[in-house]
């Protein structure tokens, strides 16, 4: 490439950058690349695409990237994870498996091949994959939990191979995939249960620093933000997103994949776009500040910014009548989406308190979700959460539906029939048959939505109540 081309295009690069066209960078970027760019060069603007979320352009132009430079190793992992976050999941297979003949890593392209394998279902397939990732590395702690997550039963054998492993482990990650491992083997036996899961939330608190003082206040001061006056309103009329918010194992999947069910209804799963995009605007209008003390310091061109932005990040998933956001922790920014979308639908999922923290507590969230690997910080931490959703559904006027997990458990039909009522939809059969889809699902729940509603969840937490009396006290007082 003549060093004028570069330069004209590298600049023209930089212009698009600079005025946030996404269409554009990703032709800048395919034009350097046909003019011989290197990785290098073309590095900045591959990574804003996908850094903010511009998954549809990244994919387009990363994949002519990798048919270039095929030996880019970290290519592999970003372009996967885009395909991964549009729900291309047989593309981001066919490119793994690729990957296999280029990449270094080996094993732990068999355990994220393991991953996608579980999320459309096919655990079969996730199975031999986490197995071949742990025979090329029989230390991979994370292939070892996720080859154990999804068995049913208990093994002797393999819990005492599991705690050999935990022994020997020197690091708090490696230790601490192999504790929730034995804890799910451990699962029929209370006392055993909780200690293992306890250790492993304490290896986890270690790995993912949580300040809970700093936390709590944050969702008081969301409070209050709203509080006091009538905030602005974005222009945008879109009605299309369906927000579905709640604590983390509330029943935020189940009602998802219920509404997915439904023909004009597509499943985006948890979303990171919304939270991105107003990071983003808020950063221009209101720098140095992080949320929720921008709350209320945003007007409405930088409220239709977040609208637009959020819209083209997710408008692979536009082609029916709504798609689902079910990001759990927007509950956060409740408040927000309402100014942002005024006409959007905001699905709240409540479940008993108790069965919510001991959910939370038994699951192994990796790097989020800090507040669940301590039960104390929990109900704290649920109590302000409550507090704060009690407030938005008391000075919503209606908008927002408030779901009862038991309820829906209980009495499907009616529930299901009460939404798609608050959504403007027809009743469909498929809905009561959303376990029979064959949809991607990313979440911890992604096997518990393939099998019909069960009762099993329901007061769960009783089994372990000899464990679980003082946080039980705690969160009866704060109700009070």
Known sequence: MEKSQSKAGYEALKSALINEDSSNVAKQIEGLLVQGASIETLQKGLMWLYQTGRYSYFVDV???????????????????????????????????????????????????????????????????????????????????????????????????????????????????????????????????????????????????????????????????????????????????????????????????????????VIAGDELFEFARCSAEVAAQHVPRTAFPHWLGKINTDALNKIADRYLENTEFLQSATYFTDKMPQNFKAVGLIQQVFPNAKVIHCRRSPMDTIWSCYEQNFGLGNGFANNLDDLTDYYLEYDKLMSFFENTSKGAIFTLEYEELIANPKKVISEVLMYLGLNYQQNCEHFYESSKVVHTVSNQQVRQPIYTSSVQKWRKYEAHLSLYQQKLEQGNA
């Open 62 to 264: 990363m994949a002519k990237v990798m048919q270039k430079y095929p030996s880019f190793e970290p290519g592999y992992k970003f372009l996967a994870h885009s395909y991964r976050s549009l729900k291309q999941h047989a593309n981001a297979i066919n490119l793994l498996r690729r990957a296999l003949a280029y990449h270094s890593d080996k094993s732990s392209i068999h355990n994220q091949l393991g991953i996608l394998y579980r999320e459309i279902g096919d655990l079969e397939q996730a199975s031999i994959c986490f197995n071949s990732a742990l025979a090329m590395k029989p230390d991979f702690s994370e292939a070892t939990y996720n080859l154990v997550r999804e068995q049913q039963g208990s093994d002797l054998l393999l819990t005492n191979s599991l705690k050999e492993r935990y022994f020997n482990a020197e690091k708090n990650k490696d230790k601490a995939f192999y504790a929730f491992a034995i804890a799910k083997q451990l699962v029929s036996s209370p006392e055993e249960y909780v200690h293992w899961l306890n250790a492993a939330n304490e290896l986890q608190r270690k790995i993912v620093p949580y300040n809970g003082a700093v936390e709590l206040e944050a969702l008081r001061e969301i409070k209050e933000k709203f509080s006091h006056s009538e905030l602005e309103k974005s222009d945008n009329s879109s009605a299309k997103p369906i927000f579905i918010i709640g604590m983390p194992r509330s029943g935020t999947t189940l009602i998802e994949q219920i509404l997915a069910a439904h023909s004009e």
